[in-house]
């Protein structure tokens, strides 16, 4: 009996070794690599996004923490509006999904922390089930988490990883929800590169 314990532990062990290795690259232009893959308890694959970005760690931060100018880059984002914030390094917001015709939009209440690390930054993003129960025929979304890991590397250059998933909620297919996966990450921080510049130098609150 023992004997059969051990080898279904093992089994069960390199069965959760395979999927997690089990990215398949997708997208690789502008210096930006998007990996997705398949989850069991989903139809919609979550994503995998690295890039090396020459700038600051401190101007990356001082970027994505700008939650009011998050829709000028990440891409079916159209509207943050941020409803708390609890210390220096945690944020409660609504957000909108400008998702194309004919799929209605979506929205979300996200609550988002970030902490400083030996060598860099991470942040972790969630949806909750906050005080907004509908608004203008929107769907919402209940099911949604994300992660930064930002890391200094030599000189004046920081790496950026990017994972996340979401269940849109209400009926969109599969095929459709899975065709934005990976282009949102690559346009997405292709345009973040684009903005950065103008984050040289602004000072960040994280402690």
Known sequence: MKSILIIAISFICVSISISQESWELEKDENS????TRAMADSDIKEFKMETIIDESLNTIIAGLIDLNKLSDWY???NEVRV???IGSNRAQYFMVFDLPWPV???YAEIDASMELTADGARVDLKAFDGDVKEN???VRVLVMRAEYNIQKLNGNQTKITHTGHME???YIPAWLANSGVSDGPLESFTRFK???PKYRGVAIPIK
């Open 104 to 106: 209605r939009d979506r």
């Open 75 to 77: 891409m079916y984002i």
């Open 32 to 35: 930006i690599k998007v990996w």
């Open 168 to 170: 849109p909620a209400g």
């Open 83 to 85: 409803d708390t914030v």
């Open 194 to 196: 684009e903005v950065l």
């Open 136 to 138: 203008d025929g929107m």
